[in-house]
T-cell receptor, first 111, second 114 residues
């Protein structure tokens, strides 16, 4: 079983749609959680951290359920510029931060 | 303005011909990482430096080596590239402390093996 699992997609949605991505992780000792965004042939960039209480950044909402080992990302009012691959990431702290990446969910927003 | 710089951006090498990829950072972060990412796959950590301490992932092939001569620079050496080593190689940095800190990625070096 992969440490971090995501639906690869692609999710094809029209502009303005709401889309949700899910992610599960296998190691209950995981301590920190993130969503990264990766554009085609570019490097990953941090989109947002994910906190147990849930957090929102503009059109983006992230949720964490530690009991179910489940993370979600909700994008409201999708824009063309949201088209990218979204990587679910967990980490174990302790001197350095080893990021464990999911393979990513591809989002394509069309006019 | 650039924080994590990788050179070259594109590298073509021949099967079996040693190649070195470089990474530099202006963030003064003490941890530097090398990842390998193949098409449609997750980035895979190869190794990292915590200051001068080298930490290899258990499944990283011996073909991959790294050097960190100072805080700012880190190199990835592939001693005998095979066709399966064609990938994007990403360098990242982070600082340390309590809690988890963001990793800053360079733009990557896309390696082609002919």
């Amino acid at each position: 079983r992969k440490e971090v699992e995501q639906d690869p997609g692609p999710f094809n949605v029209p502009e303005g749609a709401t889309v949700a991505f899910n992610c599960t992780y296998s190691n209950s000792a995981s301590q920190s959680f993130f969503w990264y965004r990766q554009d085609c042939r570019k490097e990953p960039k941090l989109l947002m951290s994910v906190y147990s209480s849930g957090n929102e950044d503009g059109r983006f909402t992230a949720q964490l359920n530690r009991a179910s080992q489940y993370i979600s990302l909700l994008i409201r009012d999708s824009k063309l510029s949201d088209s990218a691959t979204y990587l679910c990431v967990v980490t174990f702290s302790g001197g350095y931060n080893k990021l464990i990446f999911g393979a990513g969910t591809r989002l394509a927003v069309h006019p | 303005d650039a924080m994590v710089i990788q050179n070259p951006r594109y590298q073509v090498t021949q099967f079996g011909k040693p190649v070195t990829l470089s990474c530099s950072q202006t963030l003064n972060h003490n941890v530097m990482y090398w990842y390998q990412q193949k098409s449609s796959q997750a980035p895979k950590l190869l190794f990292h430096y915590y200051d001068k301490d080298f930490n290899n992932e258990a499944d990283t092939p011996d073909n991959f080596q790294s050097r960190r001569p100072n805080t700012s620079f880190c190199f990835l050496d592939i001693r005998s590239p095979g066709l399966g080593d064609a990938a994007m190689y990403l360098c990242a940095t982070s600082r340390t402390g309590t809690g988890a800190y963001e990793q800053y990625f360079g733009p990557g070096t896309r390696l082609t093996v002919t």
